[in-house]
């Protein structure tokens, strides 16, 4: 037996409408538009792959390619032609022998680059090139206790070429060894996890850039995780999950020291960063009857070292705001909840006929508060706190759908920063599937920020270095299909 995949798609888009007059100084565009300048994009990819199945496992490969050509949102002239590649390779064995019941293994390579160009003129080069290897083992059932133990290797190259260079060339390579292990109980079950890993991230420095000297760093972090799931009643879960994090530095938050086009930021890493440490705790309950559902977690992490991207108050090159990756004392506080409820339809509130139709309301809304502990500055680019609704329907091959999401106002930032107003975007959509053969055919109609809202995000860094340039997108109309086989 086997079976084949193949999809591909392309797509094209100006500059994004906003509901303000920009300026822009991109040649051949007008001097002042209500658009976002160099904002447009064209996007091009697709996918082949094929998996034989045998009587003990299957084995598939894959190929994917991407590409697109887009402005920069923070230099009116500036735009990137950007290229992936990605090949994959996946397989699993069942019943291998012993005590194990399965082995699942996993190889992905990627290439990936892109070239920021000044006009036509092409100017630094950016180029990435990993491997992955993941290889898990299923035990098989020890009484009530099952789980996973895997290995994981990773490598990747790095390289920047150009004068704005940013970054220089690295190297960076992983090997880890995890597990996770669930005990069913009684009154619901345990989990358990852990992760040991190796890393070292290295550069020979590079003349692009004068702050781009030689180093080398290794890093031996550490993961544990405990779970646990109660059934307190028919319908009711309780749940609670303590871990212990750390994480290693990445190659640009130890040696990153230019200017980042895409941020409109000068940014500065510090070699003597340590590992990222954190201890988390998080709340949850959890109730579902039918199609009505609802769920909420609470949740706090407290951070030895917090490795983030912030504001140094200094200007650099062409009066571009430093930013620095710096290692900080750092709490997360915050909740998350969601919901479902069926107004019409099959165990719907209403019982009256529905007439084949089901109305579904979503409910969503989250909270979070980030503090540097060390100065009680709140910490940059958190988003504030969201609530939204949706109203679902469907009824035979039709289907419709209005929503908002509101955000409030962000005023929790740290001194210097801007905050950010409060906003609400509607959306809505109506859609209709369709039989073609052995296709299956969806038509879609879409309108985004249906009041065309001026709104800035306010976990965008661009929102803090290229304002007022980059609003999120005003008012949009989508129409087209999408055909499956």
Known sequence: RYALHVDAFARHAGDTAVPITLGCDRPGSPESARRICNSANRTSGGA???????????????????????????????????????MALEGLWRNPGGLIESVRGQFSHGDYRHTEYEGDEPG??????????????????????????????????????????FLPPSRTRSAALFAHEELATGWGKLTFGARAEQVRVRTDGSDEGEGFAAGSR??????????????????????????????????????????????????????????????????????????????????????????GLLPTGQ?????????????VKARFAGLEASGTVRLLGQQGLWHGDAGGSVLDLDLRGDLVRATNSTTGQPLPLIAPARLGATLRWANGPWGARLG????????????????????????????????????????????????NRLAYSANSILTQTAFPRAPLPGRSVRVGVQVMF
């Open 404 to 451: 908002f999401d509101h955000a409030m106002a962000q005023r929790r930032v740290p001194e210097g920063s801007r905050s950010t107003s409060a906003y609400t975007l509607w959306n809505a959509a109506v859609t209709y599937r369709q039989k073609a053969g052995r296709a299956e055919l969806q038509w879609y109609a879409r309108v985004d920020n249906l009041t």
């Open 218 to 307: 290794r890093f031996t972090p550490g993961s544990a995780a405990l779970g646990a799931l109660v059934n307190v009643a028919p319908g009711w879960q309780l749940t609670g999950n303590l871990a212990l994090t750390q994480r290693a530095p990445r190659d640009y938050e130890l040696f990153a020291d230019g200017p980042h086009i895409a941020t409109a930021a000068w940014e500065l890493g510090n070699p003597a960063l340590g590992l990222e440490k954190s201890t988390s705790l998080d709340i949850g309950a959890q109730w579902k009857d039918g199609p009505h559902r609802f769920a909420v977690t609470a949740f706090a992490s407290h951070y030895g070292n917090y490795i």
């Open 315 to 327: 200007v650099r090159g062409d009066d571009l705001p430093e930013y620095a990756y710096t290692g």
């Open 124 to 165: 630094t080069t950016f180029k990435s090139r990993g491997s992955e290897l993941r290889v898990e083992a299923r035990h098989r059932p020890l009484g009530n206790l099952k789980g996973v133990w895997g290995l994981q290797l990773e490598g990747n190259q790095f390289a920047a070429l150009g004068e704005e260079a």
């Open 48 to 86: 082949v792959g094929g998996t034989l199945f045998f009587d003990r496992g299957y084995l598939g490969a894959s190929v994917a390619g991407y590409r697109s050509d887009y402005g920069t949102v923070a230099e009116d002239d500036v735009t990137i032609g950007m290229r992936s590649t990605r």
